[in-house]
């Protein structure tokens, strides 16, 4: 930002919950205007105020960074969880990724002193942006909770239809009969045919001369 002259940039730090840092950074006098805040509620309004982001590679500030149109410089990721986000912010033209402080104050002051080329890169950063993702996400999780409610209601009545009454015509002589009972007198019936047939055995036996 010193770079840039006196009237040339302004910087913004948040440092979350972080209170040592903001502290520490608070006791500092610096040659730029620079502005510390520790926890936020309103980083969109922030985000919006800014012309480039310098941030870790977390899912959550690339996504405002994009929505927001920001161009990025990455400093660290979390090994495994974040590092495809950074490759995907440096593969994507939406920002750089640089340990080093030195190399970062270079890229960001390359940028702000080439309207067009940040532009291009706001640009860039506004076309892989989701505004509407949050609603995307939850009209997704409602339609799959209702499409498992759909299926569990088949499932259900279905399972319902396997003990429902069977349909028999008017002259029926029984109205209704669950599949249970009918089981079960078929069974009745079974064993009254099974002793039927040892009567009438043991019946013909007697009536047999010796």
């Known amino acids: 930002a010193a770079e840039l002259g006196e009237n040339g940039a302004q910087i913004v730090v948040v440092c979350g919950r972080n209170a040592a840092l903001r502290d520490a950074l608070l006791a500092r006098s610096w040659p730029v205007s620079v502005t510390v805040q520790g926890f936020v509620g309103n980083m969109n309004e922030w985000m919006t105020a800014c012309d480039v982001v310098v941030t870790k590679a977390g899912p959550g500030s690339i996504a405002e960074a994009l929505v927001a149109g920001l161009p990025m410089v990455l400093f660290g990721f979390i090994p495994g969880q974040e590092e495809g986000n950074m490759h995907y912010v440096v593969n994507n033209n939406l920002g750089e990724y640089s340990e080093h402080p030195s190399e970062i104050a270079r890229v960001v002051v ?67 009969l669950t599949f249970q009972n009918l089981a079960l007198l078929i069974r009745v019936l079974m064993l009254l045919a099974i002793i039927h047939a040892l009567f009438y055995f043991l019946v013909f036996r007697r009536e047999v001369p010796s």
């Open 110 to 176: 390359s940028w702000l002193v080439s309207p067009s080329h940040l532009q291009e890169l706001s640009d860039q950063a506004k076309r892989f942006g989701k505004p509407k993702s949050t609603k995307m996400i939850a009209s997704d999780i409602l339609s799959t909770t209702e499409s498992l409610k759909r299926k569990r209601l088949r499932r259900t009545l279905q399972a319902s239809a396997s003990n429902s009454i069977i349909a028999c015509p008017k002259s029926c002589p029984v109205p209704g």
